[in-house]
């Protein structure tokens, strides 16, 4: 079974400060990972992903993410926070192998973890 | 360029009383989902059809049926619909396939259903 962690229910940054998103994942063998943003009544939307290479990834709007392979941890970053960064974030897991067997892309979330970047 | 389309995005049903979400999707993919969030567990995936034809369930498929009326949609029915049952439904859709996959998921806005 397939299983994400946000421990964080809120991350609180001011603004122009460096912020970090936590997530750590339980998944079989090689772990496709993403992390998604929603703002208010709106739907998810793609951040970036990790798949395989380079443990740093960069993505929209200025975020990255760190793969630690060791600590099982996918967490998200920005250098400088933005107060239009404020919303609700979502990490995701699923398996390799599902996703290439034509299983589909059952992605298991994480709680979320709402930021609130301020003034 | 639409997306993922949900349609209603609010609705008020009474306990009992049965719907349909409609879901419909024009890039072309193979799999769609359907997902519910509620607060604090964040999404949950109802059922899916990984292509054409075909319909899973995922982790809380109780009290729903699902409908892949062809490649471009994906119904979710709640034939008697319950309180526990008021939540945010998001449907999503992706590629498939080893060399068209790119592993994420696309969302619809969200249909928001409450029971009373």
């Known amino acids: 079974a397939q299983s994400v962690a946000q421990p964080e229910d809120q991350v609180n940054v001011a603004e122009g400060n460096p912020l970090t998103v936590k997530c750590t994942y339980s998944?079989?063998?090689?772990?496709?990972l993403f992390w998604y943003v929603q703002y208010p009544n709106r739907g998810l939307q793609f951040l970036l992903k990790?798949?395989?290479?380079?443990?740093l990834v960069k993505g929209s709007y200025g975020f990255e993410a760190e793969f630690n392979k060791s600590q099982t941890s996918f967490h998200l970053k920005k250098p400088s926070a933005l107060v239009s960064d404020s919303a609700l974030y979502f990490c995701?897991?699923?398996?390799?192998?599902?996703?290439?067997?034509?299983?589909?892309?059952?992605?298991?979330f994480g709680t979320g973890t709402q930021l609130k970047v301020e003034l | 360029n639409a997306g993922v389309t949900q349609t209603p995005k609010f609705q008020v049903l009474k306990t009992g009383q049965s719907m349909t979400l409609q879901c419909a999707q024009d890039?072309?993919?193979?799999?769609m989902y359907w997902y519910r969030q509620d607060p604090g567990m964040g999404l949950r995936l109802i059922y899916y059809?990984?292509?054409?034809?075909?319909?899973d369930k995922g982790e809380v498929p109780n009290g729903y049926n699902v409908s892949r009326l062809n490649k471009r949609e994906f119904s979710l029915r709640l034939e008697s619909a319950a309180p526990s049952q008021t939540s945010v439904y998001f449907c999503?859709?992706?590629?498939?396939?080893?060399?068209?996959?790119?592993?994420?998921?696309?969302f619809g806005e969200g249909s928001r259903l409450t029971v009373l």
């Open positions: 999503a859709s992706s590629s498939q396939g080893y060399r068209t996959n790119t592993g994420e998921l696309f």
């Open positions: 998944v079989s063998g090689n772990p496709y």
């Open positions: 990790y798949i395989t290479g380079d443990n």
């Open positions: 995701a897991v699923r398996d390799k192998i599902g996703i290439l067997t034509g299983g589909g892309n059952k992605l298991t």
């Open positions: 890039m072309n993919h193979n799999s």
């Open positions: 059809s990984a292509s054409e034809g075909t319909t």
